[in-house]
């Protein structure tokens, strides 16, 4: 878009034409068949060093000679700024040059004004909601969650894999610290209630193995926990690498508070659906007791069961695996199997993950090796005001017709801590 100025100058004083007592004069004109329809208003600035600005304007909506003077200049260079504004008062088009006013004489300046704005636009509004817990599941967050902070929590570490026991005087719950400054070591903390927890022994229970080439050398993490006759056994992840295969370990103790470590594992992991393999969860049922674990290969979890007789000696069920993923909110993940006794049959919880959203799907069975799935998850990680990263590791305990589950939990930032979910049957 273009416009033409004309300045001409008259001189009152010819015997110093570029003095300061020289005045001219500006005419600005434009033809109204190049300008824009949106173009309402051009406004015309003038400045000058040591000189008060000048502002003159043309409204092309009711002058009809779309032409305007401005006089009074003193003689010098002068700096003009032209703005075409529309209707909305939005500027479109600019564009600014300098001309002299010299005594006598009419100087032609072409302004050449670039596009600002198109004069149309949009808006767009986006409204934040708050984000409500979805309350539609059977699993209920607690209200005071986190149940447990750990005493060495810290930015990066991740208290995992709760597995919790009632031994009729207290609650224990067994834990791991996984990070830069844990390197998975299995931690304890102890409750009269279930619901509020303390930590009274601040070192680990449980550590992996010194020896460089052991089998637990680079991690242990708790599984399952039963007492039988007076004798605790804790059964535990182990690896040596995080990258190689995982096995299941086995602590007994006396007091549930000193532990003695099995040398090898009492269930290995094997090839291609248990590369490497989590235990997950133990029940005792008809004189035979299964071991519930999770098997993961090449991104994809699975769940399998081991039975035994005496607690030591494992047989991998031939069926196995027992349960894998196939509703589409399991995505491609069904593991940390947590199963309890419900008389005549048994109930399963295990964890799944699709589309970054992390659930708990539940099953029962009768047989402990069959499963019916519910068709849709009892919880998930949008029902919480917490955990609302993720959630994983749910380990199940029943108290009466109440289902509770504790796992652990991510809110937004590197590191975890341990969390409670609440299912009230009537």
Wanted: charged share 15%.
């Amino acid at each position: 878009m273009a416009f033409a100025l004309i300045v001409s100058s008259c001189n009152y004083d010819k015997e110093n034409p570029v003095s300061k007592n020289g005045e001219g004069k500006v005419f600005f004109k434009l033809n109204r068949q190049e300008v824009p329809n949106s173009v309402a208003l051009v406004k015309l600035t003038l400045t000058r060093t040591g000189h008060q600005t000048i502002h003159a304007e043309l409204d092309l909506m009711n002058d009809t000679t779309a032409e305007v003077t401005v006089s009074g200049l003193l003689e010098g260079v002068w700096h003009i700024k032209v703005d075409a504004y529309n209707l909305n008062n939005t500027i479109l088009f600019t564009g600014e040059a300098d001309v002299s006013v010299i005594s006598d004489q009419i100087t032609e300046v072409n302004i050449t004004l670039t596009q600002v704005s198109s004069g149309i636009g949009g808006v767009r509004i986006i409204v934040h909601w708050p984000v409500l817990p979805d309350r539609n599941f059977p699993f209920q967050e607690y209200t005071l969650n986190p149940v447990l902070v750990p005493v060495q929590y810290q930015y990066g570490v991740y208290a995992e894999n709760p597995v919790v026991i009632h031994d009729v005087s207290k609650y224990r719950m067994y834990y791991a610290l996984v990070g830069v400054a844990a390197e998975s070591k299995i931690y304890y903390a102890e409750s009269i209630n279930g619901y509020t927890w303390t930590s009274p022994i601040s070192t680990p229970l449980i550590n992996p193995d010194p020896n460089p080439s052991a089998w637990d050398h680079g991690g242990v993490l708790p599984g399952a926990a039963i007492i039988k006759d007076g004798t605790w056994y804790l059964y535990y992840q182990g690896y040596n690498t995080p990258f190689g295969q995982w096995h299941t370990g086995l602590a007994t103790s006396t007091d549930g508070i000193t532990w003695t470590k099995k040398p090898q594992p009492v269930l290995s992991a094997g090839l291609g659906w248990e590369r490497q393999i989590v235990p997950t969860s133990i029940i005792g049922k008809n004189g035979l007791y299964y071991l519930y674990y999770t098997g993961v290969n090449s991104g994809t979890y699975q769940i399998g069961v081991a039975t035994s007789t005496d607690l030591i000696n494992w047989t991998k069920h031939p069926q196995n695996p027992v349960m894998t993923p196939g509703l589409t909110w399991e995505g491609t993940k069904t593991s940390m199997a947590t199963v309890v006794d419900e008389g005549d049959s048994l109930a399963m919880v295990y964890a799944a993950t699709s589309n970054s959203i992390h659930y708990f799907g539940m099953a029962t069975s009768v047989d402990g090796v069959n499963w019916n799935k519910y068709e849709k998850p009892v919880f998930s990680n949008k029902a919480t005001d917490w955990a609302k990263k993720w959630i994983d590791y749910p380990k199940m305990i029943r108290t009466g017709n109440t289902l509770r589950v504790y796992f652990s939990g991510n809110e937004d930032k590197p590191g975890s801590v341990v969390a409670m979910a609440i299912w009230h049957r009537e």
